[in-house]
């Protein structure tokens, strides 16, 4: 074989979701090996509206690990970078040692390149951290060889991540074990369970940059004891009941706890000390808007769920959407033309009643939401065939 061909890098690109909790998890009792205190469970977003597409490429004539995040070179020593690549490379060994000496062994010590990038604006604040390892993790396990459960590989990049590994809605079950070995994500149902659930992102303007869940979230466990409280004896109920609800599609019972543990979450971070506060005066205006909503019809037609930042993500049924968007239109009053306002998934036209505008009764924030992005559940990681989708050229470095 001709030297220049054995040079030819091997590439790789697939492409992994955001996920959204509906049971939040906050909360580590292991930094390093990110295990939680609590058991958690999420919602996939569907990859036609966010996602993280990855490109791996390996070949022994790269001298070091390198790594570009969304245009930029990033330090490819970052811990958590460097322990998902230890282990989807101990993975890889360990196949070829248990299951098939014979399997190329070469590769394994090849250094990699990976380039990667989201399809939805950083600055949008969307946690893309999840889909980010996710994609990572899937994409280095496909250029390695390495099959099987992967999910414990992308907790070890952001805990968030092991649900995005899995498509429609999944649980992270905390384990109880001290190598961390039992704490991985499991599909509870598939993403075409609920065809009628849809998500609305409501991206709002932010005000300041909120602390990051990692720092939060060490804060909570040392001074709250409402996290203690709810980690121990709230979360493992909801849990069975989030569960429940999903699997007999009852929206109401689904909404009404979503709205608990996300109201409960930000309780937490009130309780914790200093306080963090992640809901803005545009998160709250959501929040009053939905229970208003939610009145006006004598019953729960839309729920709200709050990360580590003023977004809100709504869940609703198809039915409802073409309203509830045009009563957001109304109270949130945009700046831009209705096309820029509402991205994603096609979104009907509604009116909007007199009763209804003077049922919800509030005051309009004009501009306090910058856009709404419409989407439903979606499949976990993917791989990319074509090649001309590429991150990285045959030289191994960026397009
Ligand atoms: C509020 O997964 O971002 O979004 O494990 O430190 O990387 P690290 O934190 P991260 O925390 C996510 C917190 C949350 C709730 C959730 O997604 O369950």
Not at 243 to 261: G, Y
Request: contains cysteine; hydrophobic residues 35%; proline residues 7%.
């Amino acid at each position: 074989m001709p030297v220049n061909n054995m040079d030819k890098p091997k590439i790789v690109t697939c492409t992994a979701p955001v996920n959204i909790a509906v049971i939040k998890y906050w909360g580590k009792r292991n930094e390093d090996l990110i295990l939680p205190i609590n058991s958690s469970l999420s919602v996939t977003l569907h990859q036609d509206q966010l996602k993280t597409t990855t490109t791996v490429a390996t070949s022994r004539s790269f001298p070091e690990d390198r790594i570009w995040l969304n245009g930029k070179e990033e330090d490819i020593t970052h811990p958590r970078l460097q322990s998902c690549l230890r282990e989807i490379r101990r993975l890889a060994r360990k196949r070829r040692n248990d299951e098939d000496p014979s399997l190329d062994s070469t590769g394994l010590s090849h250094k990699v390149h990976i380039c990667s990038i989201n399809n939805f604006p950083t600055a949008a604040g969307l946690a893309s951290s999840a889909a980010g390892f996710a994609c990572l993790v899937y994409t280095l396990a496909r250029v390695f060889g390495v099959e099987g459960e992967l999910s414990g590989i992308a907790r070890q990049g952001s805990g968030s991540a092991c649900r995005s590994m899995y498509g429609g809605f999944v649980q992270w079950i905390m384990g109880d074990k001290d190598d961390g070995k039992d704490s991985v994500a499991q599909q509870v149902e598939p993403e075409t369970h609920w065809p009628e659930l849809r998500i609305l992102v409501l991206v709002a303007s932010a005000e300041r940059k909120p602390v990051g869940s990692t720092s939060g979230m060490q804060t909570s466990v040392q001074t709250s004891c409402l996290l203690k409280h709810r980690a121990q004896s709230v979360v493992p109920e909801r849990m069975v009941e989030m569960t429940d609800a999903v699997r007999r599609k009852d929206f109401p019972a689904f909404a009404e706890l979503t709205m608990k543990d996300s109201n409960q979450f930000h309780a937490t971070c009130l309780d914790t000390y200093p306080p963090i506060f992640y809901l803005s005066s545009v998160s709250q205006q959501v929040i009053s808007l939905v229970h208003r909503y939610n009145r006006h019809y004598g019953e729960t037609r839309v729920a709200y769920t709050f990360d580590a930042g003023p977004n809100a993500v709504i869940f609703t049924l198809e039915q409802h959407v073409p309203e509830f968007v045009r009563v957001v239109q109304h109270f949130f009053p945009p700046d831009t033309h209705t096309e820029d306002f509402i991205q994603g998934l096609p979104v009907g036209r509604a009116a909007l009643s007199e009763e209804l505008r003077r049922g919800v009764g509030l005051e309009p924030m004009p501009k306090g939401i910058n856009y709404i992005i419409s989407t439903k559940a979606g499949p976990g990681p993917c791989v990319v065939e074509d090649p001309t989708q590429h991150l990285l050229s045959s030289d191994g470095l960026p397009k």
